[in-house]
C-alpha cells in the first residue's frame, strides 16, 4: 500500500465507520440511562430501512431531477427516523417496560431484548421477503471530489454529513436542554434522579426514541450504500455493540469514537491482511483496548457529562 | 371451574388426536382415486438469501410432476415434497432427514447447493435414496464417496475453466483479481479458475470475502488498485450485487465474470446500472433459445405466473428423467430399484443428455456465457467456443 493509496482506504473506513458511530449511540444511550444492552436494536436498524424502502420506491420517479433527488433523499431520511423511532418506542413499551414496572432481574431484559430481536427479524422476513431489495435509484453515485488522488461519492459524503449533523445534534441535546439533563441524571443515579422529580419513564421512553430515530436513519443510509435486507441488522449491529463497549459503553463521544475506529481498522485490514481478517482484525483490537483499559477508552459514565 | 374442567378432558384428546395424526403419516397410504403414492422430493434454499434461486428449481421440479399427473398414465401418483435447507450446510441435515424418514419418498431432486450436499451426501447414500442434484456444482461432491448421489449438471472444471480460457484467451488479461464467497461452491469454483488461469501464465490476485460483509468498498478499491485488467466473482447474487457496486464507485473498469450462483435476474435488479456489461457462466442453457424449451416456458409461465429462471429447466429434467424411471419400474418400485435405474439412464431431457459415470459425475464438459446488457441477461454462446474464436 503506497502512501496514494492510504486515501483510497481512508475515505471508506471513515464513513464506514460514521455509521457504526450512529448505530453504535443507540447502545450506548440505551446502556446509559437502563445499564441494559437493547439487543433489538439492530432491528431498529433494519427497520428503518425497510421504511424508507417501501415508502421511496412507491415515490420515486424513473429519472428524478437533481432538485427531486435531494427532496427524495430527504424524505428517506425522516421515512426511516420515523420508523426507527417508532420501533424503538414500542419495543420500549412492549419489551421493556412492564419488566421494569415488576423489577425483573437484569437477565430477564437480556432474554427479552434477544427474544424481540428474533420476533422483529423473522417478521421482516416474512413481510417483506427473505431476498434482499436495491433502494430505489434516487440519483448517480457520481465521484464529486477528489481527497488527494481518493474517491469520494455522493453517498459517502451524504452517510459522513449526516452522521456528523446526528452527532453533533445529540452532543447538544445531552449537554445543554432539560431532556438531556434528566437523560444524564438518570445514568448518574435513576433513584435519586426520580426523588429529585425527573420523570423516569419519560426520559427512558425519549431516550429509546431518539436512539431509534438515528437508528433508522443509519439503516436508510446502509441501504443506499448496499442493498437492504431482513438480515441486514445484524453485522453492523454486532459490530457497533462491540463499537459502543470499545469507546467505553455508556458514553455517547466514546460510541462515536470506536465507531469511527473500528470502520478504520475494517478499511485498513483488507490491503494489510486481507478481507478474510476483516472482523478478526477489528476485534484483536477491541480485546487489546479492553485489557489495557477495561472502561473502554472515554470510559467514564454518562452521567459525568458526555 | 366447568372451563378448567373442559381443558383438563380436551387437552388430552386433543394430544391423541394429533399423536395419530402424525403415525398415519408413515404409513402405506393411498391416494384419493386409490392409487399407490410416491413422493418427489426437492431439498434446496426456500427461505434465506438464496430463495429466489431455490424457487426456479422447486417450480420445475413441480411442474414435471403435475404434468406427470395430469396425463393419467401413471400406474401411481406422484407428489411433491419441500425440503428447506436454506442453502446453508446447518440446516441440510434437518431438511434431509425430514425427507428421508418420509417412507413414501422415493427420490429427491437436490441439493441445490455445494455446502448442504457435502453435508448430507451421506445421509442420502446410508437410506439409499437418490440425491439428484442440478444444480449443485462444486467438483469435489463426487470425491467423497457418496453412494447415492448422481450430478446433473457439468461441474464447476467447466465453468472454472471456462473462464479461465475467455480470459486467457479472448481478453488476453495479464492479472486477473479473484473473490470467492468463502462458500464450499465459490472457493471450489475459483480454485479451478486460479489454476486454469496459472496454467496460462495469467497473474492471479485471490481474495475471499464471506457472504453478508456489509461493505465491499475495501475490496473494491483493492481489486482496482491491484493493477489487474479483468475479474472474476465466484459466488452468490446477494453479494454480487452489492460488490458490483462499489467496483463501479470505485472505478474499476476491466471485464467481470460471475458464476452461475449469480446469474439471476436478481442480480440486475439488486445491482441496477452497476450490473451492466458483466459477463455471467452458467453450465445451463438458456431457456429461451431452444426452441424445444418453448413449450416448456409457456406452462412454466401459466402455472407459476413467472419466467422460468437459472436451472428450472435442469430440475424440471431432472424429475423427468426419475419419473420415467419410476415408470418403468412399476407400483413395486423401490428406492434401491430407481437409484440402480437412474444410474444406468441415459435420458433425453429438454437441456442436454442426461448420463452418468460410475462416480455419478455428469461426463460431458460444458459451459455456457451470458452477458448483462440494457438490464437483460442476454445468451452470448458456449464459452470455449466464444474463447478460441
Known amino acids: 500500500m503506497s502512501l496514494n493509496q492510504f486515501w483510497d482506504y481512508l475515505v471508506p473506513g471513515v464513513a464506514l465507520g460514521a455509521l457504526y458511530a450512529v448505530i453504535a449511540i443507540g447502545y450506548t444511550l440505551v446502556y446509559g440511562v437502563l445499564q441494559l444492552i437493547n439487543f433489538a436494536h439492530s432491528e ?71 427474544g424481540a430481536s428474533f420476533f422483529l427479524y423473522n417478521l421482516a422476513g416474512k413481510l417483506f421477503g427473505r431476498d434482499p431489495l436495491p433502494m430505489p435509484h434516487l440519483y448517480d453515485n457520481n465521484v464529486v471530489l477528489h481527497l488527494f488522488g481518493a474517491r469520494v461519492t455522493i453517498t459517502q459524503l451524504l452517510l459522513l454529513g449526516c452522521a456528523l449533523v446526528m452527532m453533533v445534534a445529540l452532543d447538544l441535546l445531552v449537554n445543554r436542554t432539560r431532556l438531556g439533563a434528566g437523560i444524564r441524571a438518570l445514568a448518574q443515579d435513576a433513584e435519586t434522579a426520580s426523588l429529585m422529580g425527573v420523570d423516569t419513564d419519560r426520559v427512558i421512553s425519549r431516550t429509546f426514541l431518539i436512539g431509534g430515530l438515528m437508528g433508522g436513519v443509519a439503516g436508510f443510509l446502509f441501504g443506499l450504500n448496499t442493498q437492504v435486507s431482513f438480515t ?55 480485546v487489546a483496548v479492553l485489557m489495557f483499559r477495561p472502561t473502554g477508552i472515554l470510559g467514564v459514565k454518562l452521567g459525568r457529562a458526555a | 371451574m366447568l372451563r378448567k374442567r373442559l381443558l383438563q378432558t380436551a387437552a388430552p384428546l386433543v394430544v391423541g388426536v394429533l399423536a395419530l395424526a402424525g403415525c398415519s403419516k408413515g404409513g402405506d397410504e393411498a391416494s384419493a382415486d386409490g392409487k399407490k403414492v410416491f413422493k418427489i422430493a426437492y431439498e434446496g434454499p426456500l427461505t434465506g438469501e438464496s430463495a429466489a434461486l431455490g424457487a426456479h428449481m422447486e417450480n420445475g421440479v413441480k411442474l414435471a410432476i403435475q404434468q406427470a399427473n395430469a396425463k393419467g398414465d401413471l400406474p401411481f401418483t406422484l407428489q411433491y415434497v419441500p425440503g428447506d435447507d436454506t442453502g446453508t450446510a ?44 442440478s444444480s449443485a456444482s462444486s467438483p469435489s461432491l463426487t470425491t467423497l464417496g457418496f453412494t447415492s448421489f448422481l450430478r446433473g449438471i457439468p461441474n464447476d472444471n467447466a465453468q472454472g475453466g471456462g473462464m479461465a480460457v475467455y480470459y486467457a484467451k479472448k481478453v488476453k488479461a495479464k492479472k486477473v483479481f479473484l473473490v470467492d464467497d468463502k462458500t464450499e461452491y465459490g472457493v471450489g469454483l475459483s480454485g479451478v479458475a486460479e489454476a486454469d488461469l496459472k496454467k496460462d501464465g495469467v497473474q492471479v490476485v485471490r481474495e475471499s470475502v464471506p457472504q453478508k460483509t456489509p461493505d465491499y468498498t475495501a475490496v473494491a478499491t483493492e481489486a482496482k488498485n491491484s493493477g489487474a485488467d479483468a475479474l472474476i466473482y465466484a459466488g452468490f447474487y446477494a453479494d454480487a450485487a452489492p460488490f458490483a457496486k462499489k467496483l463501479k464507485e470505485a472505478g474499476f473498469t476491466g471485464p467481470k465474470i460471475a458464476s452461475d450462483g449469480t446469474n439471476d435476474k436478481k442480480f440486475v435488479e439488486l445491482a441496477g446500472d452497476a450490473s451492466e456489461g458483466w459477463l455471467l457462466t452458467c453450465p445451463c442453457v438458456d431457456p429461451t433459445v431452444d426452441p424445444d424449451i418453448k413449450k416448456f416456458t409457456e406452462d412454466y ?47 433425453k431431457g429438454l437441456t442436454k443428455r442426461y448420463h452418468f459415470d460410475d462416480k455419478g459425475e455428469f461426463p460431458d464438459k460444458a459451459a455456457f456465457l451470458y452477458q448483462v446488457k440494457d438490464g437483460k441477461i442476454v445468451y452470448q454462446g458456449d464459452v470455449n467456443t466464444l474463447a478460441n474464436g
Open chain 2, 90 to 133: 446447518d440446516q441440510a441435515p434437518a431438511a434431509a432427514q425430514k425427507i428421508i424418514d418420509d417412507d413414501q419418498v422415493i427420490a429427491t431432486i437436490g441439493p441445490a447447493f455445494s455446502a448442504p450436499t457435502k453435508a448430507v451426501g451421506q445421509l442420502y447414500s446410508q437410506a439409499n435414496l437418490l440425491a439428484l442434484t
Open chain 1, 44 to 114: 431498529v436498524f433494519m427497520l428503518g430501512g425497510f421504511g424508507s424502502l417501501i415508502v421511496l420506491t412507491s415515490i420515486t420517479p424513473a429519472h428524478p431531477s437533481a432538485l427531486v433527488s435531494v427532496l427524495l433523499v430527504i424524505v428517506g431520511l425522516v421515512v426511516s427516523a420515523l420508523v426507527g423511532g417508532a420501533t424503538a418506542f414500542g419495543l420500549e413499551k412492549v419489551a421493556y417496560r412492564p419488566l421494569r414496572r415488576r423489577g425483573a432481574p437484569k437477565l430477564i431484559f437480556l432474554i427479552s431484548a434477544i
Open chain 2, 301 to 347: 409461465r401459466a402455472a407459476f405466473k413467472v419466467d422460468p429462471g437459472t436451472y428450472s429447466a435442469e430440475s424440471f429434467d431432472a424429475a423427468n428423467l426419475v419419473i420415467e424411471q419410476l415408470k418403468a419400474l412399476g407400483t413395486g418400485a423401490t428406492r434401491e430399484a430407481l437409484l440402480a435405474a437412474v444410474k444406468k439412464a441415459d435420458y
Open chain 1, 232 to 286: 441486514m441488522g445484524f453485522n453492523p449491529g454486532i459490530t457497533a455493540f462491540a463499537a459502543a463497549v470499545l469507546g467505553g459503553v455508556g458514553s455517547i463521544r466514546g460510541a462515536m469514537l470506536g465507531g469511527l475506529l473500528l470502520g478504520l481498522v475494517e478499511s485498513f485490514d483488507v490491503p494489510v491482511f486481507g478481507e478474510e481478517w476483516r472482523y478478526a482484525a477489528a476485534f484483536v483490537v477491541l
